[in-house]
């Protein structure tokens, strides 16, 4: 049984994830944990699913302790010292829904989920009458919306009126982001600010397209940037004054350069994707770090094995998504709200950005049937590197081709859908792209 994806369980809250689902990895998670935190965003079935998460919870035997309705990053964080269930499909359509599992302020590993898939598979009884668990509310949202504020104060410059627009995509950063910002100092303008779970303002995936409203509220404005965040404030996206959206990788880039200056290790490690860019790379090397890959979804086991090697975490992230070791071990997209406001207001958002480099930058989709990715990603592993002899190739997570004029490239099989994922980062991007592709189309055609 394979339940988990990159993000947790993910799928229609009508035939996937189901109240059925929700009780049996319920009382799956309570067999671990003495006490379990559950809370949800707010889409429109996410009352019934914590319900029963927590019927599950309860008869198996745990206590659990109810949050409410939170963005993700403060479920994360009311789950130090416990393990938690988060109710949300983050950026997915407003008739999804999804489970996300946490311990101690991090998400699952791998090991984790798959223990949790086996007991659902096998399922089990509840557990005798007298030791169900209890039941209490235990609200978290004002003590991680303070604890926010004063992490981000430690880095760059009081907001002191700076204007930001933030676009809540009628979701769960409504009930932190601009709480968060105006405390420490900002003008907030806040765009589809009340949270509703059918999404009426704009999808709640943030992209060039979706966030058009705040792209042209910023370009007409006077706001020095805008914020984008997707259904549960876990992801951000940074549009410039100009109303244009900043790469996510550029972000990326800002952020751990300056989290590397700002650590006193001696080795500072930024862990990062397959999929990022080389920017980053360059930005963590000048500031006198270096730059761990891990695969999609497995930040946290990144930031675990670099500690169990001796080293020091100083920022963790794959594009749009950010963990900010020192605050805490999960994806926050509130605490890069608030931290990057402050860089901003230190530097400004120009002035961050011009020494990073931003080669054009292509993600392609290449269709490639589940049945023949493994056999096209074996062929792949020998024609790539010929028709690009001057690259070092690491296929740690797929296929990355690195070259000597910091050009790169990526080929991975998606774990989702029916394609094979191409990224591709060059000066002469096109051409990169047109190469690659043929090799790829190649590979699945002999795959057949």
């Not at 394979?2 to 998670?29: K, N, Y």
């Amino acid at each position: 049984m394979d339940l988990f994806g990159t993000a947790g369980i993910r799928g229609s809250a009508v035939t996937d994830v189901t109240p059925e689902l929700a009780m049996a990895v319920g009382r799956a998670v309570a067999r671990d944990g003495d006490e379990v935190v559950i809370g949800r965003d707010g889409r429109t079935t996410g009352e019934g699913l914590a319900s029963a998460v927590e019927a599950g919870a309860l008869s198996g035997g745990a206590a659990v302790r109810r949050v409410g309705v939170v963005p993700t990053p403060a479920l994360a964080f009311a789950t130090r010292g416990r393990r938690g269930v988060m109710l949300t499909a983050s950026h997915n359509p407003p008739d999804d829904n999804g489970i996300k599992l946490f311990d101690d302020g991090v998400e699952f590993d791998r090991e984790a989920e798959r223990a949790v898939e086996r007991r659902v598979a096998e399922g089990s009884p509840p557990v005798d009458w007298d030791e169900w668990g209890d039941v209490r509310d235990a609200p978290v949202l004002d003590a991680y919306r303070e604890a926010v504020v004063d992490y981000a104060r430690g880095y760059g410059a009081p907001l002191d009126g700076l204007q930001i627009v933030v676009d809540c995509a009628n979701g769960m950063a409504a009930l932190a982001t601009p709480t968060v910002l105006r405390e420490l100092g900002a003008s907030v303008v806040t765009l589809h600010g009340n949270v509703d779970g059918h999404f009426p303002g704009r999808g709640s995936k943030p992209t060039p397209e979706s966030l058009a409203d705040l792209r042209r509220f910023v370009a007409d404005g006077d706001a020095a940037f805008g914020i984008g965040h997707d259904g549960d404030a876990d992801r951000i996206v940074i549009v410039d004054g100009a109303g244009e959206v900043v790469h996510e990788d550029t972000v990326l880039a800002v952020v751990a350069e300056r989290y590397v200056r700002d650590c006193d290790a001696a080795d500072p490690v930024v862990v990062t994707t397959p999929n990022a860019s080389a920017r980053i790379d360059d930005r963590v090397a000048a500031a006198g770090g270096r730059v761990e890959r891990v695969g999609l979804g497995s930040l946290h086991e990144g930031v675990a094995r670099v500690r169990a090697e001796g080293g020091t975490v100083a920022f963790a992230a794959e594009p749009w998504k950010h963990i900010h070791p020192a605050f805490g071990g999960w994806i926050d997209g509130v605490v890069s709200a608030a931290v990057i406001a402050r860089f901003v207001a230190s530097e400004g958002l120009d002035t961050l950005r011009e020494p990073v480099i931003e080669r054009p930058y292509r993600k392609v989709s290449v269709a490639c049937p589940d049945d023949r990715k493994s056999a096209a990603m074996e062929r792949l592993a020998t024609t790539l590197p010929e028709a690009f002899p001057d690259a070092t190739v690491d296929r740690s997570h797929g296929i990355r081709l690195e070259r000597r004029d910091g050009s790169w490239l990526l080929v991975r099989p998606s774990g989702t859908e029916p394609y094979v994922r191409l990224y591709a980062e060059s000066e002469a991007v096109d051409e990169l792209v047109a190469t690659a592709r043929e090799r790829i189309e190649r590979a699945v055609e002999a795959a057949a």
